[in-house]
């Protein structure tokens, strides 16, 4: 009898052990898995399933240094603004009549009509450029030149002179209806910032003669006597072939004669470079007293 039921008793628990086995390895909640906490910079580390304790990562010193480092000041650098250019309003030019016969004062051949307006009535010499200097420090806000009775200059060097000057005081040069610009005060009128011509105004253009009674063609192209023209030519704006253009066409009558232009021939020489190689039609030649003398020697 206790034999059988200790056959049974084996014959059960065999039979418990094929069932229990798959419902345990089912269920994930009966698994005891080791649970780790990572944790930075401490290193959990086990030995023979026991836990030795975390080891806290130690931070690094410095060893003191004995001597100080010298670091050189870096100087901050200054940065200059670019310049923007000076606006400045476009030339006015006041076109309306004016009695040239009064004035504020006379420098020389030029009479001071206002604060803004002077006017050209003679001929330059040597001691123009003097006036013109003190006529521009007495009234600093002249701004138009008009040429009225300009019937040139008895020395040539200073009428050049007076143009650079008329440049650099940036006056608008306006030949009124009545104006009449000859010889060498055409070069004053090529001075101004802006040109401005009246219908009815008159131009006059001959060659140059100096006190030997030599004239342009007597001299090459390059010499100085002519050099001086092309380059103050070229100074006022024209153009290399425009300069030559004009230089030739104002040679091409003698010194004791005088070509003629009205105001629409002269503004053909004022405008644009190609202009100037437009043909311009010629007036009959013919004698001009009133011109003045050239005197273009170099002492």
Same mark, same amino acid.
């Given at each position: 009898?206790?034999?059988?039921?200790?056959?049974?008793?084996?014959?059960?628990s065999?039979?418990?052990?094929?069932?229990? %086995?798959p $419902?345990?390895? !089912?269920?994930? @909640?009966?698994?005891? &898995? *080791? =649970?780790?906490?990572?944790?930075?910079? #401490?290193?959990?580390?086990?030995?023979?399933?026991?836990?030795?304790?975390?080891?806290?990562?130690?931070?690094?010193?410095?060893?003191?240094?004995?001597?100080?480092?010298?670091? %050189?000041? $870096?100087?901050? !650098?200054?940065? @200059?603004?670019?310049? &923007? *250019? =000076?606006?400045?309003?476009?030339a006015? #030019?006041?076109?309306?009549?004016?009695?040239?016969?009064?004035?504020?004062?006379?420098?020389?051949?030029?009479?001071?009509?206002?604060?803004?307006?002077?006017?050209?009535?003679?001929?330059?010499?040597?001691?123009?450029?003097?006036?013109?200097?003190?006529?521009?420090?007495?009234?600093?806000?002249?701004?138009?030149?008009?040429?009225?009775?300009?019937?040139?200059?008895?020395?040539?060097?200073?009428?050049l002179?007076?143009?650079?000057?008329?440049?650099?005081?940036?006056l608008v040069?306006?030949?009124?209806?009545?104006?009449?610009?000859?010889?060498?005060?055409?070069?004053?009128?090529?001075?101004?910032?802006?040109?401005?011509?009246?219908?009815?105004?008159?131009?006059?253009?001959?060659?140059?003669?100096?006190?030997?009674?030599?004239?342009?063609?007597?001299?090459?192209?390059?010499?100085?006597?002519?050099?001086?023209?092309?380059?103050?030519?070229?100074?006022?704006?024209?153009?290399?072939?425009?300069?030559?253009?004009?230089?030739?066409?104002?040679?091409?009558?003698?010194?004791?004669?005088?070509?003629?232009?009205?105001?629409?021939?002269?503004?053909?020489?004022?405008?644009?470079?190609?202009?100037?190689?437009?043909?311009?039609?010629?007036?009959?030649?013919?004698?001009?007293?009133?011109?003045?003398?050239?005197?273009?020697?170099?002492?």
């Amino acid at each position: 009898m206790i034999g059988m039921f200790r056959q049974a008793a084996i014959l059960l628990s065999a039979i418990g052990s094929l069932f229990a %086995a798959p $419902v345990s390895a !089912q269920s994930l @909640t009966l698994v005891n &898995l *080791p =649970v780790v906490y990572v944790s930075s910079p #401490i290193v959990q580390q086990t030995h023979q399933g026991r836990a030795i304790a975390p080891v806290p990562a130690v931070r690094p010193t410095t060893q003191p240094q004995d001597r100080r480092q010298q670091l %050189a000041a $870096v100087r901050p !650098q200054t940065y @200059t603004p670019a310049a &923007l *250019p =000076v606006w400045k309003a476009p030339a006015y #030019i006041d076109r309306r009549f004016r009695d040239y016969n009064r004035g504020l004062a006379q420098y020389g051949p030029f009479r001071v009509l206002d604060e803004r307006r002077v006017a050209l009535v003679g001929e330059t010499d040597a001691a123009t450029p003097g006036y013109f200097r003190a006529m521009m420090r007495a009234f600093p806000g002249l701004e138009q030149l008009d040429m009225v009775e300009c019937p040139g200059t008895r020395d040539d060097r200073a009428n050049l002179k007076v143009g650079r000057m008329i440049r650099e005081a940036r006056l608008v040069t306006h030949v009124p209806t009545i104006g009449s610009v000859r010889s060498g005060a055409v070069e004053l009128f090529f001075a101004g910032v802006e040109r401005d011509i009246a219908q009815g105004a008159e131009f006059a253009v001959h060659s140059w003669m100096d006190a030997y009674g030599r004239e342009a063609e007597d001299f090459s192209m390059n010499a100085p006597e002519n050099r001086q023209y092309l380059d103050y030519y070229r100074e006022m704006g024209m153009s290399a072939e425009q300069a030559r253009a004009f230089y030739d066409f104002t040679n091409s009558v003698p010194h004791h004669r005088a070509l003629w232009l009205g105001a629409s021939e002269m503004r053909r020489w004022t405008g644009r470079p190609q202009q100037a190689k437009t043909p311009v039609q010629r007036k009959p030649a013919r004698p001009a007293p009133t011109l003045a003398y050239a005197n273009v020697t170099f002492s």
